[in-house]
């Protein structure tokens, strides 16, 4: 710490263990630097609301800026973390080209988890996971704009590869996901088509383990099997994907014999890998790593080695601790008061504990599974439960509003208010890998800026000489006269 300065914290990422690790440092004696690289908060459980319309992104990603804007404390910076030099106690970020190095006392790493393919990230171009908005909105655009595709098909075939869809994994986000697109294709749009009947639409959902919603076991997960059936999904346990394409996936059974589904729209939700920075910070500390990238840290959250680094949510190995919101925001709490803890001369806290409060996922409106303690709740009170939970750890009183009046369009009408999706959210990402530096080259400064500023000046010259000679009018008179509108040239000049 550079003397006179007060004790400066980075905390990476801005998801659940970014924003309450801050705000755990609201009364401490220290500068709070968020580093992430959106520049929203991500209420990941309701990404599938995003993608089914029946929320709008801004909903469930407040700006991370304005939740943290009463944070006398806290300041907030965009970039995508490259690099953690432990030794210098430096972040590195970067964004569109823009390089930033951020000196730390203290550092926070809650970056999260990716989607895992398991070694086949080809996959990911047919069958989108749902870690992020833009993945959600991809998503919305490909599964809304299948029925519209089926409305135009012309052959059976076409028609029935149209509307078939496949999660794959059945966990939490892939049974909420194919319940979604369940009501979608059996309730919400059967009136919207004229040609095909949306209630013929398949909806499977896939996994390889022998029972849907594992982490919930056996008896609630066989209860949410049956009313998944019960609301049309085809459920198929104990098969593995072993080729995704465009046109459809190739699923294998134990016994070794392979069949393919023919199916345009795929959704993954299956397996995730802790973030890179994991190895960023194992490579240096000598930290284990294990197969799904989480780092394994000491009890108190800290990284072996380096007492002022704590890592949180879903990057750590722990106990077997899940990779759940509680997870993050718990360990992010007792970071950030470990931290304010030192500052005051205090003794440090005993090792974190992890205080479950219990999971729960949605099969379809008015229906859940809860699993509270040894409690397990089905059906419409742990529905109920299910929303009340959600709501309460929404961030914002706005989006709250606004995302209960949205519930109450789809859960007691049968509306969808986001229903929109534009070329840009499906084919966008694909087109940006296109190009060489992705979306950097749009803004980095390159060696042609020269020739592009002598084109724009030439083009203000010309345009000032135009207008500065009274040559505009003529211009127009004689194109007007070319294609025989001299008249309307000639009342557009009068006005
Ligand atoms: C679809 C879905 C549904 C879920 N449903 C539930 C549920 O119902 N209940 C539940 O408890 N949990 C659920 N989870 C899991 C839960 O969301 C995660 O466990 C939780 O978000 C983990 O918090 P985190 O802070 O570790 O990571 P995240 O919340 O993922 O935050 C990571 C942050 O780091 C940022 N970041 C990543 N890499 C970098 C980088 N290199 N540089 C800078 N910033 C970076 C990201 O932009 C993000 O802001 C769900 C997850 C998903 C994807």
């Given at each position: 710490?550079?003397?006179?300065?007060?004790?400066?914290?980075?905390?990476?990422?801005?998801?659940?263990?970014?924003?309450?690790?801050?705000?755990?440092?609201?009364?401490?004696?220290?500068?709070?630097?968020?580093?992430?690289?959106?520049t929203?908060?991500l209420?990941?459980p309701?990404?599938?609301?995003?993608?089914?319309?029946?929320?709008?992104?801004?909903?469930?990603?407040?700006?991370?800026?304005?939740?943290?804007?009463?944070?006398?404390?806290?300041?907030?910076?965009?970039?995508e973390?490259?690099?953690?030099?432990?030794?210098?106690?430096?972040?590195?970020?970067?964004?569109?080209?823009?390089?930033?190095?951020?000196?730390?006392?203290?550092?926070?790493?809650?970056?999260?988890?990716?989607?895992?393919?398991?070694?086949?990230?080809?996959?990911?171009?047919?069958?989108?996971g749902?870690?992020?908005?833009?993945?959600?909105?991809?998503?919305?655009?490909?599964?809304?704009?299948?029925?519209?595709?089926?409305?135009?098909?012309?052959?059976?075939?076409e028609?029935?590869r149209?509307?078939t869809?496949?999660?794959v994994?059945?966990?939490?986000?892939?049974?909420?996901?194919?319940?979604?697109?369940?009501?979608?294709?059996?309730?919400?749009?059967?009136?919207?088509?004229?040609?095909?009947?949306?209630?013929?639409a398949?909806?499977?959902?896939?996994?390889?383990?022998?029972q849907?919603?594992?982490?919930?076991?056996?008896k609630?997960?066989?209860?949410?099997?049956?009313?998944?059936?019960?609301?049309?999904?085809?459920?198929?346990?104990g098969e593995?994907?072993?080729?995704?394409?465009?046109?459809?996936?190739?699923?294998?059974?134990?016994?070794?014999?392979?069949?393919?589904?023919?199916?345009?729209?795929?959704?993954?939700?299956?397996?995730?890998?802790?973030?890179?920075?994991?190895?960023?910070?194992?490579?240096?500390?000598?930290?284990?790593?294990?197969?799904?990238?989480?780092?394994?840290?000491?009890?108190?959250?800290?990284?072996?080695?380096?007492?002022?680094?704590?890592?949180?949510?879903?990057?750590?190995?722990?106990?077997?601790?899940?990779?759940?919101?509680?997870?993050?925001?718990?360990?992010?709490?007792?970071?950030?008061?470990e931290?304010?803890?030192?500052?005051?001369?205090?003794?440090?806290?005993?090792?974190?504990?992890?205080?479950?409060?219990?999971?729960?996922?949605?099969?379809?409106?008015?229906?859940?599974?809860?699993?509270?303690?040894?409690?397990?709740?089905?059906?419409?009170?742990?529905?109920?439960?299910?929303?009340?939970?959600?709501?309460?750890?929404?961030?914002?009183?706005?989006?709250?509003?606004?995302?209960?009046?949205?519930?109450?369009?789809?859960?007691?009408?049968?509306?969808?208010?986001?229903?929109?999706?534009?070329?840009?959210?499906?084919?966008?990402?694909?087109a940006?890998?296109?190009?060489?530096?992705?979306?950097?080259?749009f803004?980095?400064?390159?060696?042609?800026?020269?020739?592009?500023?002598a084109?724009?000046?030439?083009?203000a010259?010309?345009?000032?000489?135009?207008?500065?000679s009274?040559?505009?009018?003529?211009?127009?008179?004689?194109v007007?006269?070319e294609?025989?509108?001299?008249?309307?040239?000639?009342?557009?000049?009068?006005?």
């Open positions: 710490m550079a003397e006179g300065q007060r004790h400066q914290v980075v905390v990476i990422g801005s998801g659940f263990g970014g924003l309450f690790g801050a705000k755990a440092l609201r009364r401490a004696d220290a500068d709070v630097t968020v580093v992430a690289k959106t929203h908060h209420f990941q309701l990404l599938y609301q995003v993608a089914t319309g029946i929320l709008s992104q801004g909903e469930i990603a407040p700006p991370t800026r304005e939740i943290l804007a009463d944070q006398d404390n806290a300041r907030v910076l965009l970039g973390v490259t690099d953690i030099d432990l030794e210098r106690k430096l972040v590195v970020s970067k964004v569109l080209g823009r390089r930033t190095v951020t000196p730390y006392d203290s550092l926070i790493v809650a970056a999260g988890s990716g989607q895992s393919y398991f070694g086949n990230d080809q996959f990911a171009d047919y069958a989108p749902m870690k992020s908005i833009d993945d959600a909105l991809e998503l919305r655009g490909r599964i809304f704009g299948a029925f519209e595709l089926a409305e135009l098909a012309e052959t059976e075939e028609v029935e149209l509307l869809f496949v999660v994994g059945a966990g939490p986000t892939g049974v909420e996901m194919a319940g979604q697109i369940a009501e979608l294709a059996h309730r919400t749009l059967s009136k919207d088509f004229s040609k095909i009947c949306t209630r013929e398949r909806v499977i959902l896939l996994d390889a383990a022998p849907v919603l594992a982490p919930f076991g056996a609630l997960g066989a209860s949410a099997a049956k009313s998944l059936e019960k609301r049309g999904v085809e459920i198929r346990v593995m994907v072993t080729d995704v394409d465009e046109r459809g996936l190739v699923v294998q059974k134990k016994d070794g014999t392979s069949t393919r589904i023919e199916a345009v729209t795929k959704v993954w939700a299956a397996g995730v890998q802790a973030n890179p920075l994991g190895r960023t910070l194992a490579e240096q500390s000598g930290a284990p790593l294990d197969r799904a990238g989480r780092i394994g840290v000491n009890p108190d959250l800290t990284l072996p080695g380096h007492p002022e680094v704590f890592v949180v949510g879903d990057m750590i190995a722990l106990d077997n601790l899940p990779g759940v919101a509680q997870v993050a925001i718990q360990g992010a709490k007792y970071a950030g008061k931290i304010s803890r030192r500052l005051d001369n205090k003794p440090p806290q005993k090792p974190f504990k992890y205080f479950d409060k219990g999971s729960m996922a949605t099969i379809s409106r008015f229906s859940a599974v809860a699993l509270i303690g040894r409690i397990r709740l089905t059906g419409f009170i742990a529905w109920l439960m299910w929303l009340g939970v959600h709501l309460v750890y929404l961030t914002g009183f706005k989006n709250r509003i606004t995302t209960l009046l949205h519930w109450a369009v789809t859960f007691i009408g049968t509306g969808r208010s986001e229903r929109v999706a534009t070329q840009q959210q499906i084919f966008g990402r694909l940006l890998e296109r190009l060489e530096h992705g979306a950097t080259e803004v980095s400064p390159r060696e042609e800026w020269g020739d592009v500023r084109e724009l000046e030439a083009r010259a010309e345009e000032s000489r135009l207008t500065d009274g040559e505009r009018g003529h211009n127009r008179d004689k007007g006269a294609v025989g509108g001299s008249n309307t040239n000639a009342s557009i000049s009068g006005v």
